[in-house]
Protein backbone atom coordinates (compact mmCIF):
# COMPACT_ATOMS: atom_id res chain seq x y z
CA UNK A 1 0.00 0.00 0.00
CA UNK A 2 1.02 3.44 -0.79
CA UNK A 3 2.00 5.71 1.88
CA UNK A 4 1.11 9.13 1.58
CA UNK A 5 2.98 12.17 2.96
CA UNK A 6 1.15 14.46 5.44
CA UNK A 7 1.31 18.10 5.28
CA UNK A 8 2.90 18.46 8.67
CA UNK A 9 5.55 15.52 7.86
CA UNK A 10 8.05 13.58 5.53
CA UNK A 11 7.57 10.16 4.99
CA UNK A 12 10.46 7.93 6.19
CA UNK A 13 13.20 6.91 3.74
CA UNK A 14 11.74 3.36 4.65
CA UNK A 15 8.38 3.88 3.62
CA UNK A 16 9.99 5.69 0.12
CA UNK A 17 11.70 2.48 -0.06
CA UNK A 18 8.45 0.55 0.08
CA UNK A 19 6.75 2.89 -2.59
CA UNK A 20 9.06 2.71 -4.81
CA UNK A 21 9.24 -1.25 -4.92
CA UNK A 22 5.47 -0.77 -4.61
CA UNK A 23 5.67 1.27 -7.98
CA UNK A 24 7.81 -0.70 -9.74
CA UNK A 25 5.21 -4.04 -9.21
CA UNK A 26 2.65 -1.56 -10.65
CA UNK A 27 4.73 -0.81 -13.53
CA UNK A 28 4.80 -4.05 -14.54
CA UNK A 29 1.73 -5.43 -14.12
CA UNK A 30 0.42 -2.06 -16.23
CA UNK A 31 2.51 -3.19 -18.87
CA UNK A 32 2.09 -6.91 -18.81
CA UNK A 33 -2.12 -5.44 -19.65
CA UNK A 34 -1.02 -3.47 -22.36
CA UNK A 35 0.79 -6.26 -24.17
CA UNK A 36 -2.64 -8.82 -23.31
CA UNK A 37 -4.36 -6.07 -24.97
CA UNK A 38 -2.28 -5.61 -28.27
CA UNK A 39 -2.99 -9.14 -28.21
CA UNK A 40 -6.71 -8.10 -28.46
CA UNK A 41 -7.42 -11.11 -25.86
CA UNK A 42 -9.05 -8.53 -23.40
CA UNK A 43 -10.55 -6.15 -25.47
CA UNK A 44 -13.13 -8.24 -27.53
CA UNK A 45 -15.57 -11.15 -25.78
CA UNK A 46 -13.94 -14.45 -26.14
CA UNK A 47 -16.97 -16.59 -28.34
CA UNK A 48 -14.92 -19.91 -28.09
CA UNK A 49 -14.71 -22.26 -25.00
CA UNK A 50 -12.79 -21.94 -22.10
CA UNK A 51 -10.47 -24.79 -23.12
CA UNK A 52 -9.68 -22.80 -26.45
CA UNK A 53 -9.48 -19.15 -24.51
CA UNK A 54 -7.03 -20.58 -21.93
CA UNK A 55 -5.23 -22.12 -25.16
CA UNK A 56 -4.97 -18.69 -26.93
CA UNK A 57 -3.23 -17.12 -23.31
CA UNK A 58 -0.72 -20.30 -23.11
CA UNK A 59 0.27 -19.60 -26.97
CA UNK A 60 0.48 -15.46 -26.42
CA UNK A 61 2.66 -16.43 -23.55
CA UNK A 62 4.93 -19.01 -25.00
CA UNK A 63 5.15 -16.37 -27.97
CA UNK A 64 6.05 -13.10 -25.23
CA UNK A 65 8.67 -15.71 -23.79
CA UNK A 66 9.91 -16.51 -26.83
CA UNK A 67 10.24 -12.70 -28.02
CA UNK A 68 11.84 -12.44 -24.76
CA UNK A 69 14.62 -14.73 -25.11
CA UNK A 70 15.52 -13.69 -28.64
CA UNK A 71 15.80 -10.19 -27.86
CA UNK A 72 13.69 -8.93 -30.37
Do not use: P, T
Request: proline share 0%; with cysteine.
Amino acid sequence: MLRDKSRKAEISELHKQENRQFSSRRIGVEHMICRVKIFRVASERFRLSLHRYNLKMLVILFLWVLKLAIGV
